[in-house]
């Protein structure tokens, strides 16, 4: 590799090395800091989490179902290079990772508890618990990878550009600009963002596998016994990036499908089955009907503390996760046609979502019926330890909760070992298979920034972390979305089959 592309590497590694330092040696300042910027975004900013990510979700329909649907991402006769099941169970894993296990009973609970607005425990916050999961779970956060995914993956596979987030900015600033210092600036910014945003998720994993093994087994909850997790599962998720996509990654992603299902299955048997199947129809109704309203919903004048806290929260954590899961869909989704790759990204995980949160929403908002809701309170206070002290109310739950912590390993390793093997991408001027060394490098920084922000202030500091990495990538998706639609307008023709036969259709 050429010493002027390595430029990236050294650079992202020094400030990521940075961040981790401040947060281990001035974890309060780091945490003063971030609360502070929090704050900020969250005060004068909210708005434009909220109208980009709509944004997101309209353009990537409408790239869908417009003529450019049928255009392939690669050549006119690739086909995909892994099959629907282990397409979807990669990205899905990579996609929504340990949140819907950490988040399925708490979130729901934490709405049904302490709504913005109305009675705490009535039916009325009932279905605004499940309305809210869906819309923080559903098209928004993954039209929000569609985007960058899809525009990474028709420039490298269709245009030969290298697998880099400045190559989609190619038609707006032009292939020099894109090889020199402004690409090279958006390349760095999108390692930090995902090496922040990927430790965001593995600081929640690692807490909450620390709080199962603490209710189950009676393991102490500390500093000691989480970095003894995170040291384990380092180990595992950085062999299964070395190993590759097809070997390692594709693997354990399959396995983690098929826990995942195998959990979900178990609930619903011993759940309250009417309440699961009337939570996942009202919760779909409610969510269709008011979707526009609920995704530019802001007060003006009023308060916005739980907009800030939860949705705004989401729509930055997600953004903070675009360059990651954005690039790794698109490594895997070779010889998908534009419409297959946004239905399959934007739907399919949605609805698999929707099943989920209808399920383990259900399981602790029907223990209302014999808990106060204070004692519900004090559940959804605890996020990390909820799900075991639900599953704890239920028959078989203590033998459920074990497969639960297995399933937070899965969906830790498949969300690490995807951002290593992604991380060496960006850092290796877009290598499809980037060297081991580079791998197993970035491998050890995510679990340093992992413990850097446990160590400065737990939730509270991953939390606000998510958010100031983040906002800045609100304008590169956008330029990336007018970088992709000027590239599709200049594709000389596209084939629509029309009456059973082929009939080009020129659009350029």
């Known amino acids: 590799m050429k010493k002027e592309n390595n430029k990236v590497f050294y650079i992202s590694l020094l400030l990521s090395i940075m961040v981790v330092f401040w947060g281990i040696i001035a974890s309060e300042n780091f945490q003063s800091i971030a609360s502070s910027i929090m704050k900020f975004l969250t005060e004068y900013f909210g708005w434009a989490y909220l109208l980009s990510m709509l944004i997101f979700v309209i353009f ?15 050549p006119d006769n690739s086909t995909p290079e892994y099959s629907t099941l282990s397409w979807f169970a990669m990205l899905f894993g990579a996609g929504m990772g340990i949140g819907l296990v950490f988040w399925g009973v708490a979130e729901p609970l934490a709405h049904f508890t302490n709504p913005p607005y109305g009675t705490a425990g009535s039916p009325e916050a009932a279905n605004f618990a499940m309305k809210s999961v869906f819309m923080h779970w559903g098209f928004h956060p993954w039209a929000n ?21 400045s190559s989609v900015f190619i038609p707006i600033i032009g292939e020099e600009r894109a090889k020199g210092s402004i690409g090279k600036l958006i390349d760095i910014f999108a390692i930090f963002a995902t090496v922040g945003g990927v430790a965001t998720s593995l600081g929640l994993g690692t807490l909450q596998i620390n709080s199962g093994l603490n209710f189950l087994f009676n393991i102490p909850k500390n500093y000691k ?8 599962v380092t180990v595992i998720y950085i062999l299964t990036a070395v190993s590759g996509v097809e070997k390692g990654i594709k693997l354990i992603s399959d396995i983690n499908l098929y826990v995942a299902f195998g959990l979900l299955l178990l609930c619903i048997l011993i759940g309250p089955k009417i309440q699961i199947i009337n ?6 109704g409610e969510y269709v009907q008011n979707f526009i309203q609920d995704s530019l919903k802001i007060s003006s004048y009023g308060d916005n503390g739980w907009l800030g806290s939860w949705r705004i929260f989401y729509w930055a954590w997600w953004i903070a996760w675009a360059p990651f899961v954005g690039t790794f869909i698109a490594r895997i989704s070779k010889g998908r046609t534009i419409k297959e790759f946004i239905m399959g990204v934007i739907v399919a995980p949605s609805l698999a979502s929707f099943v989920w949160f209808s399920v383990f929403g259900s399981m602790g908002l029907n223990l209302s019926n014999k808990l106060s809701i204070d004692v519900l309170k004090s559940i959804a206070a605890e996020p990390d330890t909820a799900l075991f002290v ?7 739950g203590a033998i459920i909760s074990i497969v639960a912590v297995f399933l937070l390993c899965t969906f830790f390793i498949t969300s690490a070992n995807s951002a290593t093997f992604v991380l060496g991408m960006l850092s290796s001027n877009g290598n499809l298979n980037p060297s081991n060394k580079r791998k197993i490098l970035w491998g050890i920084v995510q679990a340093l920034f992992a413990v850097a922000l446990l160590l400065s202030g737990g939730l509270g500091a991953l939390q606000t972390a998510s958010i100031a990495v983040a906002f800045p990538f609100i304008f590169v998706m956008i330029l990336a979305c007018v970088s992709i639609i000027k590239a599709l307008k200049e594709e000389k023709s596209i084939v629509v089959k029309t009456k059973g036969s082929n009939v080009k259709n020129t659009i350029s």
């Open 60 to 74: 990537a329909l409408f790239l869908a179902f417009s003529r450019f649907g049928k255009i392939k991402l690669g």
């Open 390 to 396: 639900v599953l704890s109310n239920y028959k078989f």
């Open 279 to 284: 939570s996942l129809v009202n919760g779909l």
């Open 225 to 232: 016994v989480q970095l003894i997790i995170i040291l384990i």
């Open 145 to 165: 990878y569609s985007i960058l995914g899809l525009a990474l993956a028709y420039f490298q596979f269709r245009k030969n550009k290298p697998a880099l987030v």
